[in-house]
């Protein structure tokens, strides 16, 4: 009788003590998940902060592009006034040379002039060509840094990803240690 009831006794404070480990190990993992949540939406949070920083970096790009474009276009549009200016300078030549009998003195005060204008186009296109080359340049900086930014972001975000699989990966070890340690123990009781 006197180990009957130890035995009952002893029964009951294991199924107590077994019901407590139970419960704290049910907070410990709803403490653990809650946890994990809070550093999944700080990620989710960084990953959307990148996002939007990689779009701002698209939108100056973009900007950098319109500019080239309308650049380019001025460029096409001033060496059509050079080649212009260059026929229309021939063609006034040609009329000089022509007209060379009834006023010479006049027709080279003309091509005086006509030069000073082709050489300051000359001079206006050689600038553009280097404001051109000078824009290429920027640009192929900001592509550079972008890919860069990129590949950084890239590199935190699958490292961040590695680190919590493998937080995941010790949490499941550790649930199925408790899960075997549990079963052992009702087995054997």
């Known amino acids: 009788m006197g180990n009957g009831m130890c035995s009952r006794k002893?029964?009951?404070i294991f199924q107590t003590l077994l019901l407590l480990t139970v419960v704290f190990g049910f907070l410990y993992?709803?403490?653990?998940?809650?946890?994990?949540?809070g550093q999944l939406r700080k990620a989710e949070a960084t990953a959307l902060k990148y996002q939007q920083h990689q779009e701002?970096?698209?939108?100056?790009?973009?900007?950098?592009?319109?500019?080239?474009?309308?650049?380019?276009k001025s460029l096409q549009?001033?060496?059509?006034?050079?080649?212009?200016?260059?026929?229309?300078?021939?063609?006034?030549?040609?009329?000089?040379?022509?007209?060379?009998?009834k006023g010479r003195q006049d027709s080279n005060s003309r091509y005086s002039a006509l030069s000073v204008q082709h050489q300051m186009l000359k001079s206006q296109h050689e600038e553009l060509k280097k404001q051109h080359a000078d824009?290429?340049?920027?640009?192929?900086?900001?592509?550079?840094?972008?890919s860069r930014t990129f590949s950084d972001h890239k590199e935190r975000y699958l490292q961040l990803q590695q680190e919590k699989e493998q937080e995941i990966s010790k949490l499941k070890g550790k649930f199925n240690?408790?899960?075997?340690?549990?079963?052992?123990?009702?087995?054997?009781?």
Request: hydrophobic share 30%; glycine share 6%.
């Open 10 to 12: 002893q029964k009951r």
């Open 177 to 189: 240690l408790s899960s075997g340690a549990r079963c052992t123990c009702t087995l054997g009781g």
């Open 29 to 37: 993992g709803a403490m653990l998940y809650y946890e994990l949540q």
């Open 56 to 72: 701002s970096l698209s939108a100056q790009l973009q900007v950098v592009y319109e500019h080239r474009s309308r650049l380019e």
């Open 135 to 146: 824009l290429e340049e920027d640009h192929r900086k900001q592509g550079e840094e972008f």
């Open 77 to 101: 549009k001033e060496r059509l006034e050079h080649k212009k200016a260059k026929e229309d300078f021939l063609v006034y030549k040609l009329e000089a040379q022509e007209t060379l009998n």
